[in-house]
């Protein structure tokens, strides 16, 4: 694989093609990224591929310096690892194209309902440790079972309509944590070799390059045109997991 350049010259294109909307929009390494690579290599590859470059891109948007924006929804973020780990058990026990069925139309749907404008607001602290705790083990459930554990918490988290700085360090923060468990296993389980590391490790340079780019585009955003750009992306992705179960 790796003495070919055209699948060279490829993963790179996707590579840089998945850290600008990730540069932009704060997400969307894997979903950009994965399909592209998937089709020329094992899809098993390709995650291991785009290891570094979604752990160095997450980690640069975190920006620790500013404090850390997402205690708030530090329930979701534990729960979403207790469940990436079950549902990591359960791939062989559950029918995944159904629960991946119910989750797609339940993004489509609220990224629907999201485009009207209705927002989640002064929701109370303890009710909303009880949600972000369900919605947080449920993405890890669909996450262990699939790999897609982001889209049901970027619907909760626009529809709370965090300012899109704080909305972009949160679902970083949310990636980053779940990307250790996820990549971990793969790893662990023996699905990399030491080429796919050093190479993994050398996209970090083109991911890296196109995230600035995409910050640099985000930058001249308002609120209400990044929500906009956020729900398009987010019933795309609903439509893009429906595709993948037929």
Do not use: H, W
């Amino acid at each position: 694989m790796y003495n070919d350049p055209t699948i060279i010259i490829i993963i790179i294109l996707a590579v840089l093609a998945g850290g600008l909307v990730k540069g932009t929009l704060g997400f969307g390494m894997p979903m950009v990224a994965l399909p592209i690579i998937a089709f020329i290599i094992p899809p098993t590859t390709a995650m291991i591929l785009l290891c570094a470059p979604i752990f160095l891109t997450n980690f640069l948007q975190i920006k620790f310096r500013q404090g850390v924006s997402s205690y708030r929804f530090l329930p979701m973020f534990l729960c979403l690892i207790i469940g990436l780990i079950i549902g990591a058990r359960l791939i062989l026990e559950i029918d995944v194209k159904t629960i991946t069925q119910i989750i797609a139309v339940s993004i489509i749907f609220a990224a629907i309902v999201n485009c009207f404008g209705i927002k989640i607001k002064n929701i109370n602290k303890n009710y909303e440790n009880t949600i972000t705790s369900l919605i947080g083990f449920g993405s890890g459930i669909l996450g262990g079972l699939s790999t897609f554990y982001g889209p049901p918490m970027l619907a909760y988290l626009v529809a709370v309509d965090l300012p899109k700085e704080k909305f972009v360090r949160t679902v970083s923060t949310m990636y980053f944590i779940g990307s250790f468990p996820l990549y971990g296993s793969l790893i662990y389980y023996g699905f990399a070799t030491k080429e796919d590391l050093i190479f993994s490790l050398i996209l970090i340079i083109p991911a890296f390059i196109a995230q600035q780019v995409g910050t640099k585009i985000r930058d001249k955003f308002n609120q209400k045109q990044f929500r906009i750009c956020i729900l398009i992306t987010l019933i795309i992705l609903g439509l893009s997991l429906l595709v993948k179960t037929l």
